[in-house]
């Protein structure tokens, strides 16, 4: 049997383990290189949590609680694509943010901004058979951080998705465009230029709903698959 | 026409309570077939500290090697209930605990079989891309032959190899870095 395997990421397209400037990789980032493993059934089968019971408000996170969070209400809309610009249908996308005030629904963020008790933070959606996948949400806030003198984190929705295969699990940021902090962010900037403005939603007049909300534009590649060999 | 990848970044510090909040922590609900067992990751940094805020993912197969999923399409009897995916934040002593059945037995694309393994992913603050590794099982008379370990250099095989505890837990540290470096693999 002959399996499917998947495409290799370039250099470039992701950020080094070690990011000196995001002081927290010093401790963390492994400094043997990665061995690389031929794909075998581990690699190119993975969880597609396809059981998974989503509740009909997951993917609005303004209709989580007793009443509407404050901040600016966004629409965040995009296409889950592999590589070759095919949609990944049924894939589960999670996101998780911190409220319009720039604080985490989460014990261990200590910011002095306040909590509202209408924003949880956390939504899931399921992409339909063209990969699309769509969530109301409000805008996050930017929050300082103790990375270095005056660090702060501009706005960012935290995005998980598996994708179909062990092989492409990826947990990724969200950042809206042209936010003057992007220029500041070392975790922004740890993915080489050239790759990091993929990281940026586009603002989309076409989907933003008048008198309503602003609509951002957010697609997702995940390696594709290669070509099938040949017997 | 050919897309660019979307780069990776950290989960970050402050995941709890929205995609942790729905773990999966015992993968085999009463009735899966295979001997059960209690797996124990420890998340270690650089030093050598426990890491208190990660995120351990589990991936394998049923007791008779089946995955659970559309391209296995080998002859193998699936087990309802048992998807093989976990996923658990660690505690403050860095550690993660998975209820499982052993994963059966794989093939290798160039032929044979691969040792019993569990694939695993570690995600925290400070690690911008996903890192994978694989756990084994010590004493199982396939790890001599797995291909994935002859990958690996003799000296640093054990740091793939879970142990057994006097309680029967299967335990295995995961090194970031420093002496004892786990090997991470590009999958």
């Not at chain 1, 080094?16 to 581990?42: C, E, Q």
Request: hydrophobic fraction near 35%; glycine fraction near 8%; aromatic fraction near 10%.
């Amino acid at each position: 049997m002959k399996e499917e395997t998947y495409r290799r990421p370039t250099a470039g397209d992701h950020p080094p383990n070690l990011s000196p400037d995001y002081k927290s990789t010093t401790g963390r980032a492994p400094a043997k290189p990665a061995i690389a493993l031929p794909h075998s059934l581990s690699e190119i089968t993975g969880p597609l949590l396809a059981d998974e019971r989503l509740d009909a408000h997951e993917n609005d996170l303004t209709k989580q609680r007793m009443a509407e969070p404050l901040g600016e209400r966004i629409i965040v809309q995009g296409r889950v694509l592999d590589q070759d610009g095919k949609p990944v249908p049924g894939a589960l996308v999670e996101i998780w943010q911190c409220n319009a005030a720039g604080r985490y629904h989460h014990p261990g963020d200590q910011h002095d901004a306040p909590l509202d008790p209408n924003f949880y933070g956390g939504g899931r959606v399921r992409a339909d058979a063209e990969g699309q996948y769509k969530f109301i949400t409000i805008k996050p806030g930017a929050y300082p951080w103790k990375n270095h003198h005056n660090a702060w984190r501009p706005a960012h929705i935290h995005f998980s998705l598996f994708g179909p295969a062990f092989a492409t699990r990826l947990i990724t940021q969200m950042y809206f465009p042209n936010d003057p902090l992007l220029a500041y962010d070392p975790i922004y900037k740890s993915v080489p230029a050239g790759a990091r403005e993929r990281l940026q939603a586009s603002f989309e007049m076409d989907l933003t709903q008048p008198e309503w909300a602003l609509g951002y534009r957010f697609d997702i590649v995940l390696r594709g698959r290669n070509a099938t060999p040949m017997e | 026409m050919s897309h660019a990848l979307t780069p990776s970044q950290t989960i970050g510090p402050f995941f709890w309570g929205t995609i942790v909040n729905a773990y999966h922590a015992d993968l085999a609900p009463p009735g899966v077939a295979g001997e059960r067992i209690d797996v124990v990751l420890q998340l270690h940094d650089v030093q050598g500290a426990v890491v208190p805020d990660g995120v351990f993912e589990v991936w394998q197969a049923n007791s008779h090697g089946r995955y659970n999923h559309p391209d296995d399409r080998r002859n193998l009897p699936l087990d309802a209930g048992f998807e093989g995916y976990g996923r658990a934040s660690t505690f403050t002593d860095g550690t993660s605990r998975f209820t499982t059945v052993k994963p059966g037995r794989v093939p290798w694309p160039a032929g044979g079989l691969q040792a019993p393994h569990i694939n695993v992913s570690i995600f925290a603050r400070g690690v911008l891309n996903r890192l994978a590794t694989r756990l084994y099982f010590d004493g199982d008379p396939a790890l001599s032959d797995d291909p994935v370990l002859k990958l690996v250099e003799p000296a640093r095989r054990d740091t793939l190899i879970a142990k057994r505890d006097d309680k029967g837990t299967w335990r295995l540290p995961i090194h970031l870095g420093g002496p004892k470096e786990t090997v991470f693999f590009d999958v």
